[in-house]
């Protein structure tokens, strides 16, 4: 387990595993356990889909940390549907058109910070959380990021830095905290460590910060503005109409705020990082995306009109693939149950089998960066970046797994991803902004490699997680 989780480069075992051992393995956990390693489409779907298999521990002892207990991710059974049913109407393909202004405005943020770097190496990582943050605040709450106030921007930022740092003791300490009933870990919250009262502190605030948005939103429609120009207004139009099914009430939004923000984040970032990584190391592939780029504004107010831009769609894809912010998923199971496999796979006594059968209590692990680069799916260079695949057909479709193009990045299922489609349509805007103005170039020298701690992200060779890349203005 542990060289599944800390190896030099992301990947540097699974992916030899993979080829060695197939979509479906057994890793042994810190405690001896079993883990099921499947990266076979049919078993994921039909993992991701079944009421059969919840939260794995690890992700639970989060939640228990970080956010409300009636937080959508944090909430089970009929209160996750009620709460999934009322918050889509605020990320429907409709809702989320409505924010793009807001993600044009922090795009050209973006540059302004990018112009005071022109010509020089800017690590690209502050910058592109900072973005990500204001997006979040404006397009979700409806306030600027200056009203969350400096104390919630510093201690957000300790988490991120804490979240993103892992060791074999912090693994070892998540494998026995994952043992320990949900009582003591609530009891761990009061503990008086920096850690534990970060994660107080950005809670806690959170929630003021949610109560804050709302009460202003509420006085901004009483005094005639509307309410629909961002998600927690579009939920509480929606609360204040006359249709009273599936709407939240003003404490459950409030228990959202945290997710929202914490699920909005990192998970953007860190994938626009790694795509502006790639677009330094394939020059060739930048040049012809700035063309696309530079081809496709239209109408007199110079839009982009993002759906009929191939490159674009296709470096986006691309760039989920390799790189899922998510790429170990744990599951566990909550009743006795078969996995369908779509190949069957020889057991231990050489038998062949269609399906696995698993106990009540087995943790599985949903191993979307494997799937993502099965071969049989996405063709023999499936290691490769190579966004023209999309393109060219060489993606194979079959059992549609995740919300978007196949892909489980979002992962599937009741649980997928809530903000797939803002994050897609604020991506659009962030890549066509930067590629469009400037060009990025490697230092000398690449030596950044993927690092995984609760998400992926990019390292320097020093191990620090930073994109210090060459950005010049055209
Ligand atoms: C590239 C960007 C993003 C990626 C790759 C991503 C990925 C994911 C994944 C893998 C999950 C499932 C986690 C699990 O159950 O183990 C998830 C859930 C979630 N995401 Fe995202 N996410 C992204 C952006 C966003 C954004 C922008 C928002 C909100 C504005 C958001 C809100 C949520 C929420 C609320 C959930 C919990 C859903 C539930 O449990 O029902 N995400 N995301």
Known sequence: ????????????????????????????????????????????????????????????????????QNAVMAAKSETHRHLRASLNTGFTSSAVRQYRPIFDRVAQKITEDLDECSGSLADL??????????????????????????????????????SASQSSSHIIADAIGSRLPKLVWRAAMRLPTAAFKDLRAVKSLATRIGKEAIAKKLAAVEQGASAKTDVFGMLLDAYQSDSKRNVLTKEELV??????????????????????????????????????????????????SYESMPLLNAFIKETLRLYPTGPLVERVAVHE??????????????????????????????????????????????????????IDGTVMQGQAVGPYANLLSFLGGPRMCLGWRFAILEMQVFFSEVVGKFSLSLPEGDRFSTRYA????????SGERALPLYVTRL
């Not at 405690?31 to 099921?36: I, K, P």
């Not at 997710?259 to 909005?264: A, D, E, P, R, S």
């Not at 860190?270 to 040049?287: C, D, I, M, S, Y």
Request: glycine share 8%.
């Open 454 to 461: 609760n998400t992926l992200f990019p390292v320097t060779s």
């Open 337 to 390: 149950t078969v996995i369908p496999l779509s190949k069957s796979i020889k057991n231990s006594m050489g038998e062949l089998m269609n399906h696995i059968p698993v106990q009540k209590g087995q943790v599985v692990i949903v191993a979307t960066a494997s799937y993502q680069r099965l071969h049989s799916r996405w063709g023999e260079d499936a290691h490769q970046f190579r966004p023209s695949r999309w």
């Open 1 to 68: 387990m542990l060289q599944l989780l800390l190896p030099p480069q992301y990947g540097d075992y699974e992916f030899t595993w993979l080829k060695e051992f197939g979509p479906v393995y057994l890793v042994k956990g810190c405690f001896g356990q079993n883990r099921l390693m499947i990266s076979d489409p049919l078993a994921l779907q039909s993992i991701l889909n079944s009421p059969y298999f919840g939260h794995g521990p690890t992700l639970e002892n989060v939640m228990n940390l970080m956010f409300d």
């Open 125 to 162: 990582c502050p910058i592109l959380s900072h973005a990500t943050l204001s997006a979040i605040s404006e397009a979700v709450l409806g306030c600027s990021i200056d009203d969350l106030g400096e104390e919630f921007v510093i201690n957000n930022d300790r988490v991120m830095t804490l």
């Open 255 to 304: 228990a959202q705020t945290g997710i929202l923000m914490v699920g909005g984040q990192d998970t953007v970032t860190n994938t626009v990082a790694f795509g502006f990584l790639e677009l330094a190391r394939h020059p060739e592939f930048q040049r012809e995306l700035r063309a696309e780029i530079h081809a496709s504004l239209c109408g007199p107010s110079q839009t982009f």
